[in-house]
């Protein structure tokens, strides 16, 4: 019958334990010493080497050798080996978890050892015990017989009462080393007649995540495979994994933002038989490849992988934006996270490269397909510019026609202005233009004032051709203003996701935005805006936020729009 690696090559002395030296140093000393404590407390992720370990204080304890215990040679150590000494009892505590397992427990500590000097008792997830079985322990553990030794072990350490880790010494174990997995698995290769490469152990001892155990695993399934040589294809192979060349060219079209090409190059990784959450989580990982390389000139510590593929990883960072490779370690840990609970991961996957593909710049395209619409007649309001036509239609005998002509040319400013407020764009337009003549009547005698307020008015609104931008560049400005911004913040993007800019003046810039929460951002984030519209526009202005909508839901009175014409042409404006 064959035996699985991790069995046939468990250590049978200290000295063989990997990666474990801190408690190997405390342990051979007590031993040594005769000083070994009457409990212990194991604790330590999968397959870092707690029973192995338990098993050898039970060899060094009963072995009869005068040399350095345990020897693995003698009569008690190869019973202890084989499960056969009498003095040493594991007990599961999985199954095993009730007060009357810990009862028939308390009545056999008292009975002395058969075989050996000291009774062990090794019980393995001890934290799956029973509060009641816990409160049955304590006396036991606290004051045992002289010749009983208690060993606990445990993976989750939290979950044990604080009267129990009084009781006990406690030793935690470590995650391994990769590259101390890597030799220990090289030595046995050697040994069992394989051709490794060192490729093929990397990527083991990667995917082991510092547990013995599960590297041996993995090896011994690449083994069985048959043949006598294993590189890293066949180790990928049978993870269901892929290697580095596939997260740089994925990563690649991500970045060139290839969404179609990304998606059919996904589809042919997965044809081969890949695990889509397998695949997950090699891809953040490569992100944070990139990531590192990022900051440090020599990764080769740090990050587990062979010179070439280390060099490909460097020059892929170098032509990345921090920024990206930001988005696609959150984006992708967010998609690994719901893909535990689907039982589509695929389909996430995919929505995942559509969202990175497009990144800030194709979400924001979607945005402003929706949002401008109801919005177009307003940011278009200036070709009402005609309306000053208008004035000669309700002619007055008693009043001059020519000295009103002047009001032609504040005219644009005087329509142009109700745009820059949003808000009482399309109310207030009907009134105001009906109000010429009765202007003109009203303010005769201030005609030399009134001449010299709209030229120096419409001074700062020549450059944009006496009138707001059009809709397209201030779409053109806004973007590029968060061009500037995402190298600045890497969460920049999302106020451009839900806002637009709508209107533009010599002190102000208009800004809508959709929903409560995206309004709160975007103040947050004002000084950082305004800045970025300064450096853009060369000029000063403050910024104003409206919800989306509000400009069509606010209704104003004719009276507040008398006013609001009245400030804007520098003259009293009067209805009738």
């Known amino acids: 019958m064959y035996t699985a690696l991790y069995r046939v090559y468990r250590p049978e002395v200290f000295d063989e334990i990997l ?28 397959g870092t080497g707690k029973t ?32 056969s000494f009498l003095d040493v009892i594991e007990i599961d505590a999985a199954s095993n978890r009730g007060i009357d397992d810990i009862r028939s427990l308390r009545e056999s500590v008292n009975y002395p050892p058969s075989m050996g000097r000291r009774k062990v008792y090794i019980i393995d997830e001890v934290h799956m015990l029973t509060p009641e079985s816990f409160n049955a322990l304590l006396k036991t553990l606290e004051e045992p017989p002289e010749y009983v030794t208690f060993i606990l072990a445990t993976t989750e350490v939290q979950k044990l009462p604080a009267t129990i880790l009084s009781r006990c010494i406690r030793l935690d174990f470590k995650r391994v080393p990769e590259r101390t997995i890597m030799r220990g698995m090289q030595k046995i290769c050697e040994d069992i007649g394989i051709d490794v490469t ?46 580095e060349e596939v997260f740089a060219e994925l990563t690649d079209l991500v970045c060139r933002r290839k969404t179609a090409e990304a998606i059919e190059f996904l589809a042919g990784v997965l044809a081969d038989g890949k695990d889509v959450r397998q695949l997950i989580r090699d891809w953040i990982n490569h992100y944070r490849n990139l990531l590192i390389t990022k900051f440090i000139r020599e990764p080769e510590g740090v990050i587990n992988l062979s010179a070439e593929n280390i060099d490909r990883i460097r020059a892929q960072s170098s032509v990345m934006e921090l920024a990206d ?37 194709g979400l924001n395209a979607a945005v402003q397909m929706k949002a401008p619409e109801p919005e177009r007649p307003r940011a278009k309001a200036a070709p009402r510019q005609e309306r000053p036509a208008r004035p000669p239609e309700p002619p007055k005998p008693s009043e001059p026609a020519k000295p009103a002509e002047p009001e032609k040319t504040s005219q644009p400013a ?59 560049d201030l779409i053109r400005l806004w973007d590029e203003v968060f ?44 000084r950082l805006l305004e800045d970025l519209m300064e450096k853009r526009t060369g000029r000063r202005r403050s910024m104003r936020v409206v919800s989306a909508g509000e400009g069509e839901k606010k209704e104003i009175s004719a009276e507040e729009a008398a006013d609001r014409a009245s400030e804007i042409i520098g003259a009293r404006v009067n209805i009738e």
Not at 333 to 354: F, G
Not at 431 to 445: D, I, N, R
Not at 491 to 497: G, V
């Open 483 to 526: 061009a500037d911004g995402e190298s600045e913040k890497g969460s920049f993007y999302l106020i451009r996701m839900s806002s637009m800019l709508i209107s533009m003046d010599d002190d102000t810039f208009t800004v809508e935005v959709n929903g409560l929460l995206n309004r709160k951002h975007t103040e947050k984030n004002r």
């Open 414 to 472: 005087k329509t142009a202005a109700p745009e820059k407020n949003s808000e009482s764009a399309k109310t207030s337009e009907p009134e105001v233009t009906a109000e010429p003549a009765g202007t003109a009547k009203a303010e005769e005698p201030a005609k030399p004032e009134q001449a010299a307020e709209p030229a120096g008015y419409a001074e700062p609104e020549q450059p944009s051709g006496a009138s707001e931008p059009a809709e397209q």
């Open 198 to 243: 060192e490729d093929a152990l990397r990527v083991i001892a990667a995917n082991a995540d510092g547990s013995v155990r599960d590297g041996l695993s993995i090896l011994d399934q690449c083994i069985s495979g048959g043949g006598t040589r294993v590189d890293a294809s066949d180790v990928l192979e049978f993870l269901g994994a892929s290697g």
């Open 325 to 361: 490779i930001n988005r696609g370690i959150l984006e992708l840990s967010k998609t690994m996270n719901d893909a535990r609970w689907s039982t589509q991961p695929r389909i996430l996957l995919e929505l995942c490269i559509v969202t990175l593909c497009q990144g800030a710049g």
């Open 19 to 46: 990666g474990q030296e801190h408690i190997v140093r405390i342990l051979k000393n007590q031993i040594a010493s005769d000083s070994t404590s009457h409990a212990y407390l194991f604790c330590g992720t999968r």
């Open 52 to 83: 192995t370990t338990a098993r050898l204080l039970a060899k060094g304890l009963n072995c009869l050798s005068d040399g350095e215990r345990p020897c693995g040679q003698c009569s008690a150590c190869q019973a202890i080996r084989d499960g």
